[in-house]
């Protein structure tokens, strides 16, 4: 994991953070940046809960498809615009109680709707942009595929804000279709660093990533859901942390008042275990905590496992460098 | 991992396998065997299907929580006699079915509740052994524990087979409650490599081992369930093998007809992925694999990630000493 300012500074580090990984969703803010720079949020209106929908890996809850029905509308297309592809919800409740009224999934329910309504918004901007205003189903078609203006944008602004050269980078492609890039945690922590300040980015990307980050915080059931890390961990500490897990043991973090940005890929693989430990445990080194702040993030720093009798069988906690006694 | 045959020979091995490591539901057959050895399966009449489900991680299916209800009714007691605690099935259609019919889940669901029917009816065959036979619910109270009399049987089975000294290791408590211990791969593939052949273990264990494959065989559906790996493997090779998965990326094996056992753990802590990946592949190695059980095997040692629009987003596929073309 690593820890940067700004100025691509080194703060701290534990394990090989030049090594690249794939980010995955853990990157969504960094990818809405076009959405807000290129005025098509103003243009279409999107509300702060539409906007932290657009950085979300969200549960699929009625509130999250909803938001992001809502942007699909404003933008004046519908849901069969998505590429991201259909899955159940991921939260518990919102599967069941689909299950129980009988329904199936839709494109809305996948956890990256949001950020696929967001590349539609964009589209549609772009389509309007153009001579003679493009048809707009024609020209989003394929919008998940690198070489779409829509993903050319996306793609030069995870570049910008990183800082690396993604021409030369690993590529895969993700869950939702768009492609993914193996980026090394300095130049992840670096660019969170930036979009947590600003400094570094170009105006209008400054200006997006402020905007995202306080419609985050104001929204912050929009980016996650229901008893999540992230949405946890922002309702208590709004604009002071922007936090965000990707697939497979990602997690990036802004840290505006300390001008640093984290970057920590767990080598299980498992978003929801050491990884979110972890961050809570830079959070309680990193930030000056104390009273409520202290006693919000502790229990998320050393966290009991119980089994299905209630009973604790373990329990999970920073160690070594990490630990909140050293 | 380890490959040991019956008389502790190290077969070939990967990484530490003296380290020891928490089996966890990989040795449930080994739990199984006082259930058959006392004579309570005899005694109760537990069918191949009960027998399957007493060495079972099962999906909580309606099949599943049937056989359940029916050892304990044939032991004499109800489903209140069950100390694994509750959770929702495991099985996606298990859990929307119940959800669609507006059902909470009950210890039945637990997909250990086959492995504590089991506990519990050798529980009920002991207290009627016991002078004027002792009132079952009072003696089975608290069976998940160490020192309880049906924990000691559990236990000393599981030392007896693996020949590791279980008063000396690691313990900690599994997520159903009962004791978990940690034990070297080296011990845990020579204890499959015991029950696969009966080789140096006492007769009535032997007989006990045959009995549980001879039973999971014949009915693989109730080891596991719809769409696992552990059943498809066995509805393929019926008891030329037996596998079982345990939380925490572990497997374990038994292939009768070489006189090997397997143990299996994956650092990443995945039950569903590389661990599968691995056992294929240890079974195309090891088994003379030709014509159809080729052609089941390859798929599962060579898995195909697709995402959300089904497009092959990467494969899992066993490398270096384990491919299958070195």
Chains 1, 2 share one sequence.
Not at 15 to 35: E, M, T, W, Y
Not at 243 to 250: D, M, P
Not at 263 to 282: F, P, S
């Amino acid at each position: 994991m690593a820890v940067v300012d700004a100025d691509g500074k080194l703060h701290s580090a534990w394990g090989d953070i030049d090594r690249p990984i794939f980010p995955r969703s853990a990157v969504k803010v960094l990818q809405a940046l076009p959405l807000v720079e290129s005025g098509a949020a103003e243009r279409y209106g999107l509300s702060d809960e539409e906007l932290a929908l657009a950085c979300a890996s969200h549960g699929g809850e009625a509130r999250h498809t909803a938001a992001a029905a809502s942007m699909l509308a404003k933008a004046g297309v519908d849901p069969a615009a998505l590429e991201c592809g259909t899955h159940w919800p991921y939260y518990d409740g919102a599967i069941k109680a689909m299950a129980a009224a009988g329904g199936q999934p839709t494109a809305l329910n996948n956890n990256c709707s949001g950020k696929h309504a967001g590349f539609v918004c964009l589209g549609c901007l772009m389509s309007e942009d153009r001579a003679g205003g493009q048809d707009r189903r024609a020209f989003l078609k394929g919008y998940v595929k690198p070489e779409h203006p829509v993903m050319r944008e996306v793609t030069a602004a995870l570049q910008a804000t990183t800082g690396y050269d993604l021409a030369r980078a690993a590529v895969g492609t993700d869950g939702c279709s768009i492609p993914t890039y193996a980026i090394p945690l300095r130049h992840l922590a670096h660019a969170f660093a930036r979009v947590g300040t600003g400094t570094g980015l170009r105006a209008g990307h400054a200006t997006a990533a402020l905007r995202l980050r306080q419609a985050v915080a104001r929204a912050p059931h929009m980016v996650a859901g229901t008893g999540r890390f992230d949405t946890r961990v922002m309702q208590h500490f709004g604009e002071r942390v922007f936090c965000k897990v990707g697939a497979e043991g990602v997690y990036c973090a802004a840290l505006p008042t300390l001008g640093l940005g984290v970057a920590v890929k767990m080598d299980d693989g498992n978003t929801a275990r050491a990884c979110e430990v972890v961050m809570a445990a830079l959070l309680a080194r990193l930030l000056p905590l104390a009273g409520d702040d202290a006693a919000f993030v502790q229990p998320l720093a050393d966290v009991a496992l119980v089994n299905w009798n209630g009973i604790e069988v373990g329990r999970l906690r920073a160690a070594g460098a990490l630990s909140p006694t050293r």
